[in-house]
């Protein structure tokens, strides 16, 4: 499924801390990041940009800088999402989060629904179900032994175990109805 929208959402828990991640993703990620990003290297563009680099500079609101951050630029289908992902690193404070978050929607994002970027990944084929379930076992992990549980359903081991089984099924079946 290709979405034609762009979401944005804070990433991290919404409290006062030493740093954000506001997370932007889909077709548009790159140029509502630029639209709002002043790179520190003058004439630097975005859109001009290897994935997987950091970039430094400030967000921007017209004139106004809100605050210095690091850039990650991540363009699928090889990002969490499989589509276009940039990542914001800013300092933590709620009210810096929550204005680069506006900012973002204001260039063009739309807020992102709880779980929408795992549902993105899901229904972009990057993860399957037992790996999304996996990654709320993450989130809610209460312990070491939940925690490397949930690891290894991220890393598919539940989905290579079911995969043979699976074959196996569809071979009885194919057979039956032969």
Not at 5 to 25: E, K, N, P, Q, V
Not at 60 to 89: N, Q, W
Not at 118 to 130: E, P, Q, S, Y
Request: negative net charge.
């Amino acid at each position: 499924m290709v979405y034609t929208d762009t979401i944005a959402a804070i990433a991290t828990a919404l409290s006062s801390s030493g740093i954000g991640i506001i997370r932007i993703s889909g077709s548009d990620a790159v140029a509502v990041a630029e639209r709002m990003f002043e790179p520190a290297v003058a004439g630097k563009r975005l859109s001009e940009q290897k994935t997987y680099t950091i970039h430094y500079g400030y967000i921007r609101d017209g004139e106004e800088r809100i605050d210095e951050v690091l850039l990650l630029l991540m363009r699928g289908p090889h990002s969490y999402t499989a589509e276009d992902t940039v990542e914001i690193d800013c300092h933590g404070g709620v009210l810096v989060m929550k204005r680069i978050l506006e900012l973002a929607v204001k260039c063009g994002a739309r807020l992102a629904e709880p779980g929408e970027f795992t549902k993105r990944a899901f229904l972009n084929g990057r993860i399957d179900l037992t790996q999304a379930e996996a990654i709320n076992d993450m989130i809610l992990a209460d312990s070491n032994e939940n925690m490397k549980l949930a690891i290894h359903g991220i890393k598919g081991s539940v989905k290579k175990l079911l995969d043979p089984l699976l074959e196996n099924i569809l071979d009885i079946i194919a057979n039956i109805e032969v």
